[in-house]
């Protein structure tokens, strides 16, 4: 089991930045992939960027060169951090951090590889 606690949403203006955290515990050793995904009321969960163990990361083409993850490792916690500049309301929509006990490679971005979620961020952007 991998344990996660999202943290870091909120409300910004178009063109703002913002920065969210996860937090993952439990049997999250040297083999893992990791990543952000986000989901708009009716629509279906998407892959925004994900990571895997090998240090090697994948981004949505819609926020490439905007988006960007780094990871740390704390005691007994792997922290992934996304960090997210020129937002835009398409930007919109709850975070949800996801982990596997596995290093895909290449990592995936598809939200059905991941069997770990945590309870989700909101993000706004306003214009």
């Known amino acids: 089991q991998i344990q996660l606690v999202e943290s870091g949403g909120g409300s910004v203006q178009a063109g703002g930045s913002l920065r969210l955290s996860c937090a993952a515990s439990g049997d999250i050793y040297n083999s893992y992939s990791m990543g952000w995904f986000r989901q708009i009321p009716g629509k279906e969960r998407e892959g925004v960027a994900v990571?895997?163990?090998?240090?090697?990361?994948?981004?949505a083409d819609s926020v490439k060169n905007r988006f960007t993850l780094s990871q740390d490792n704390a005691k007994d916690t792997l922290n992934l951090y996304l960090q997210m500049t020129s937002l835009n309301p398409e930007d919109t929509g709850t975070y949800y951090c996801?982990?596997?006990?596995?290093?895909?490679?290449?990592?995936?971005?598809?939200?059905?590889?991941?069997?770990?979620w945590g309870q989700g961020t909101q993000v706004t952007v306003s214009s």
């Open positions: 990571i895997n163990s090998f240090g090697t990361a994948e981004y």
């Open positions: 996801a982990a596997a006990g596995a290093s895909y490679r290449p990592a995936l971005l598809s939200p059905r590889a991941y069997p770990y």
